[in-house]
């Protein structure tokens, strides 16, 4: 069963402006992190943010982690045509083993030109 | 960083045939790989998780015998599609890590289309 669900299933926006994608889950996790999909290809890994973090950056990206609510976001600030690709979050979930991610259904984001 | 590659990147096969995919880290050793799927505009779905020189362990649901995982090396991991029909054309995906609580490195897929 999907663990993550991201909303918007998809946005729009115009280049220059910031793209916020959300992210909930319903178990206890060691981390949650979000990946970028380009169409047909492989994901690749943007931020890992534990349990126990609240918010962290990577050049334009800012995540946030808010536990008590299950929830996570991530902000593309100040974004790109190149940033069009879909997003997906992924929660490694405590008590399991071999560290299995649980993916989202993802955000298809659209940056217009 | 480290590089996960697949081979092949997409390989159509008629109905009754097996398809081997291979999943090679080419710069690190993978002590586990991971094997999804993904329909389009869906999200991943994790198959199954190999330890290397062990057997995969397989999520529920998703049949061992038709999809046959072998990593017998740290570098190599494949995934065996056995007698293909059309409703397994998908997006297989790998990824690997190199041990517990690793970041995941994926590879760029393989897209299988069974006629």
């Known amino acids: 069963s999907q663990q993550g669900e991201e909303d918007p299933q998809a946005l729009s926006i115009q280049e220059g402006e910031n793209a916020t994608m959300n992210c909930s889950y319903k178990t206890s996790i060691n981390n949650l992190q979000w990946y970028r999909q380009n169409s047909g290809r492989g994901l690749v890994h943007l931020i890992l943010?534990?349990?126990?973090?609240r918010e962290k950056h990577s050049g334009r990206l800012r995540v946030t982690l808010d536990t008590s609510k299950k929830s996570s976001s991530l902000l593309i600030t100040a974004s790109r045509a190149a940033d069009t690709a879909s997003y997906f979050c992924a929660t490694e979930n405590s008590g399991g083993s071999n560290y299995k991610l649980t993916f989202g259904k993802g955000t298809l984001l659209t940056v217009n030109p | 960083g480290a590089v996960v590659s697949q081979h092949p990147s997409r390989v159509i096969c008629k109905s009754g045939t097996s398809v081997k995919i291979e999943c090679r880290s080419l710069d690190f050793q993978a002590t586990t790989m991971f094997w999804y799927r993904q329909f389009p505009k869906q999200s991943l779905m994790l198959m199954a998780t190999?330890?290397?020189?062990?057997?995969?362990?397989?999520e529920q649901g998703v049949e061992k015998d038709k999809f046959l995982i072998n990593h017998a090396s740290l570098t190599l991991s494949t995934l065996t599609v056995t007698s293909a029909h059309p409703e397994d054309s998908s997006f297989y995906i790998c990824?690997?890590?190199?041990?517990?609580?690793?970041?995941?490195?994926f590879g760029p897929g393989t897209r299988l289309l069974v006629l």
């Open positions: 943010i534990r349990s126990n973090e």
């Open positions: 990824s690997a890590s190199g041990g517990a609580r690793e970041t995941q490195y």
């Open positions: 190999s330890n290397e020189g062990s057997k995969a362990t397989y």
